[in-house]
């Protein structure tokens, strides 16, 4: 055995999560970090528009309202759909620890179909850092914070920097976003942390 898993449990060694002291303050809007982002991005019209806000912990919340074209079966939502708006949820948790990071593993559990027009409410939550490796979990309840559970997550982000995506993505879109000062601004952020 290697020791080496993507499993998404945090192994021996891992530590509790830090909030940084520069995240978003408690209940604070997280704008979205690209406009062309599937899952929160203005720019896309199909898109999910998922809206969060940071949580008084090492935690995130948000609102997704499922629409005609985000469906699967007919009147219900698409599953991979709401696996995104669980990975975006997932995703912005590295505001609050001033890192970028990207998914290595999600695992959903679908407990409730989805119907369209319904208001996901969704919570997420980091639970431990190991090394580059960030441990977390997720859910999506049906019309209210309290509503009844549907969606259930437990994901790993992997830790990168900016060059990861100058690297790998395609060239005419970093161009595009390295030449608008308000993306820039949002890389910077997560360039300085310490
Ligand atoms: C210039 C423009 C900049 C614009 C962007 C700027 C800022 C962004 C700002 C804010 C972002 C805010 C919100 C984002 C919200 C939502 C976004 C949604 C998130 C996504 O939708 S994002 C897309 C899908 N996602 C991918 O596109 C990843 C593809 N993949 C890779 O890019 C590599 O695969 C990578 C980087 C994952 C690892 O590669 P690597 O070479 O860097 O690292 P390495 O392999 O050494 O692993 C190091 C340690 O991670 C463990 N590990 C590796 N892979 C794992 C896995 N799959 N699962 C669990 N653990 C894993 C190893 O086991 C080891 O652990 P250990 O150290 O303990 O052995």
């Known amino acids: 055995m290697s020791g080496r898993t993507t499993a998404p ?5 891992a530590v ?26 203005p720019g896309v019209p199909h898109g999910l528009h998922v809206e969060v806000r940071a949580g008084d912990g090492v935690c ?12 699967g079966a007919p009147g219900l939502a ?5 696996a995104t708006a669980l990975d975006e949820t997932l995703g912005s948790l590295g505001w ?11 695992e959903t559990d679908f407990l409730l179909p989805v ?3 319904t208001v996901l409410h969704l919570h997420a939550e980091v639970t431990a850092v190991h090394g580059r490796k960030i441990y977390a979990a997720a859910t ?22 900016v060059d990861h995506f100058i690297e790998h993505g395609r060239p005419a879109e970093i161009q ?13 952020a997560f360039e300085v942390n310490p």
């Open 176 to 188: 595009a976003t390295l030449a608008n000062p308000d993306q820039v601004k949002v890389a910077r």
């Open 140 to 161: 999506g309840r049906i019309g209210g914070p309290e509503g009844p559970l549907a969606l259930r997550a437990e994901a790993v982000f992997v830790e990168v920097k």
């Open 96 to 106: 609050m620890l001033r890192v970028i990071a990207v998914t290595g593993r999600l």
């Open 78 to 82: 698409h599953g991979g759909v709401l």
């Open 9 to 13: 449990t945090p192994p021996d060694g």
């Open 60 to 71: 995130v919340s948000a609102e997704f309202r499922v629409k005609e074209a985000h469906q």
């Open 16 to 41: 509790p999560p830090v909030r940084h002291p520069d995240a978003p303050a408690p209940g604070e809007t997280i704008g979205s970090h690209y406009e062309y982002c599937f899952g929160c991005g």
């Open 115 to 117: 119907p369209v027009d």
